[in-house]
């Protein structure tokens, strides 16, 4: 003998807004230097992450790596900094619910040799 259970669903899905909740800082290196730009996203609901530098989409090269360390983790590694590293970065998370950001400034200064 079976019995029938009916359950009832709402008909409109709930998509949480992700959050940041931990942003970019304002990050001053050497030259050559490593430098790890890194923030963590909270929410239930699945995002979409993207980087930008002066409002340019960031893409990954031999120097450049984005890294996704898990529990809502990401990282932006630049190796070998240059003085055209310089400038602001900004983290943009995503999803059908709207978007957030955040945003930090990376200086890059010269080596001084003696």
């Avoid at 800082?25 to 790890?36: A, F, G, N, P, Q």
């Avoid at 699945?46 to 930008?52: K, Q, S, V």
């Amino acid at each position: 003998m079976y019995t029938v259970v009916r359950l009832k669903f709402p008909l409109t899905c709930s998509i949480e807004l992700p959050a940041f909740t931990k942003e970019l800082h304002d990050v001053t290196v050497t030259e050559r230097d490593t430098v790890t730009l890194e923030v963590v996203v909270s929410g239930d609901s699945p995002y979409e992450l993207e980087w930008f530098k002066n409002a340019v989409d960031v893409t990954e090269s031999d120097r450049v790596s984005f890294v996704r360390q898990g529990e809502g983790k990401h990282a932006l590694i630049i190796r070998d900094c240059e003085d055209d590293d310089t400038g602001e970065y900004c983290c943009v998370a995503q999803n059908e619910a709207g978007r957030v950001a955040c945003a930090g400034w990376l200086n890059v200064e010269g080596r001084f040799y003696c």
